[in-house]
């Protein structure tokens, strides 16, 4: 395997970061400021998929920061893997980006300027997660991310936002540095590194570390990387619903809740590996234990009537399918789980921007408040609806190509049980999401409320949130794209 050192993943990492600073400088000219971070989006992924090339080419792209002892460094690597989450975090960001400007402009937001700047720190920490080449680079970046979405679930400055994000904030810190610190500290004393392999097989332990000391780490990576939403480290997530959509969209889509899981495969895969996660039976029983999260978190999303919170309750179920594909430690299941990083992504941020722009026009946050509102906005609810059969997974949409890996990877696995929790979850899903589309289409609004002057948001929003939805269908129809990553991961 080709090795390059590539000074572009350095200025991958870098534009958004220079681009949060030309935010805060211009702060006062919105035009101005607003372009800082359009550019700055399109810069970060222009040079991104100018790596994919390379990287499909079977090359890792290398870039050292600095060392600070030996086997602990600060490192960029661009391999399939963290390509799939670099383009994901990049490209949504140009669309988030346009997106923001109307619905800040829209609803007249305060703290514009903060808000725009700590949003391009959070796609820095995320692309620094994205191309970390070691454990201790990814943690240094995870953290970054926690620190400046802060400002973000807070945006609103009352004492819901304040509770959310400091919710937030105990969640993501107490699991970080009770769990994650010690399980980095303890790995790097046991095996002397903290660099990832080169595949997805070995892992970093040698065969004499006591195989219990192994299992609590790996107990401690699954549950101190508490953005990944699994049960029950999931409760600042529906709390972090009071910021603002775009808010929302990133933390369920671009960057907070992604990290969270890409962090997590990314441990399993690379620091345990499927050879030491297979001989110590860590696979299987992780699955059934995320498993309940999808399962559980559907239930509760059924009986949320306030959308934002069941699509909440919708990202902690999804994301678990990530991990359970992972877990199953089987071709087809690591591709549906690591494949559902990217459908997921397009399709839940449709969602949120849907949310959004229905609240912008409507003021409506309720799905009992919305009989009869698709007629009034088509292209926000149809593109809604593309979205949720994504979620669902219904052929021609994103999401049946991650749950048909899924059910390929448990009939590898054998496992009959992993398929009756994949057809009730898309039951579940079916349950919370075809009313909001029904209601909206087919529903009758009140007789004292005719929806007079209710017409679609603006372009800024409903532009973004189209496209959205038609790479949700593309890369439902077409997904080589990802799914060449993914062949690669796995080798």
């Known amino acids: 395997m080709e090795t390059i050192i590539c000074s572009r993943l350095l200025l991958a990492l870098l534009a958004p970061l220079v681009g949060s600073i030309f935010v805060m400088l211009t702060g006062k000219n919105p035009n101005v400021r607003e372009s800082c971070s359009l550019v700055a989006a399109v810069v970060t992924f222009s040079i991104v998929i100018s790596l994919t090339g390379q990287v499909l080419d079977g090359a890792q792209l290398y870039y050292n920061i600095f060392n600070i002892v030996p086997g602990v460094t600060i490192t960029l690597r661009a391999d399939a893997f963290s390509m799939i989450f670099a383009l994901i975090a990049s490209c949504l960001w140009v669309g988030a980006s346009i997106y923001s400007m109307g619905y800040m402009r829209g609803l007249h937001e305060h703290a514009q300027t903060r808000f725009n700047a700590c949003f391009a720190i959070a ?9 970390s080449d070691n454990f201790f680079t990814m943690y240094l970046f995870y953290e970054i991310v926690s620190v400046s979405t802060y400002p973000l679930v807070a945006h609103h400055e009352d004492e819901e936002g304040f509770e959310g994000a400091k919710k937030y904030m105990l969640y993501l810190t107490t699991t970080a540095k009770g769990l ?13 590194t903290l660099d990832f392999p080169h595949d997805i097989y070995s892992g970093i332990f040698s065969g004499d570390v006591s195989s219990a000391l192994v299992t609590m780490l790996y107990i401690f990576c699954l549950f101190g990387f508490a953005k990944n939403g699994v049960m029950p480290v999931h409760h600042w997530l529906p709390g972090a ?9 990133l933390l369920h889509a671009v960057a907070v809740v992604k990290v969270g899981v890409f962090c997590t495969t990314r441990t399993m895969l690379y620091v345990f590996g499927v050879d030491t996660m297979s001989a110590l039976n860590l696979g299987i029983p992780t699955a059934y234990f995320v498993g309940f999260t999808i399962i559980m978190a559907s239930v509760i999303a059924l009986s949320k009537d306030n959308l934002k919170a069941r699509l ?3 990202t902690v179920s999804q994301l678990s399918y990530i991990i359970l594909g992972v877990a199953l430690l089987t071709p087809a299941g690591i591709s549906g789980g690591l494949v559902h990083i990217a459908n997921h992504a397009f399709s839940k941020i449709t969602l949120f921007f849907c949310a959004g722009a229905i609240y912008v026009a409507t003021h409506k946050k309720n799905i009992s408040d919305m009989h009869g509102l698709g007629r009034k906005m088509p292209f926000t609810f149809g593109a809604f609806a593309i979205a949720s059969l ?3 997974g219904v052929p021609g949409v994103a999401g049946f190509i991650t749950k048909w890996q899924l059910l390929m990877g448990t009939l590898q696995a054998h496992e009959l049980g992993i398929i009756v929790i994949l057809l009730a979850s898309t039951l579940l899903n079916v349950g919370y999401f075809a009313p909001v589309t029904f209601k909206a289409f087919f529903g009758k609004p009140p007789e004292d409320e005719p929806y007079t002057g209710i017409q679609e948001a603006s372009m800024a929003m409903v532009i973004p949130l189209c496209i959205t939805a038609f790479v949700s269908v593309v890369i439902g129809i077409y997904p080589d794209f990802f799914m060449n990553f993914v062949k690669a991961v796995i080798g």
């Not at 994650?180 to 046991?190: D, S």
Request: neutral net charge.
């Open 123 to 131: 796609i820095f920490g995320a692309i620094g997660v994205a191309f």
């Open 180 to 192: 994650l610190l010690p399980a980095m500290i303890l790995i790097y004393v046991l095996t002397g």
């Open 241 to 249: 619903m009071v910021a603002p959509t775009p808010v929302s969209a």
């Open 390 to 392: 994504s979620m669902i």
């Open 312 to 314: 909440a309750y919708s």
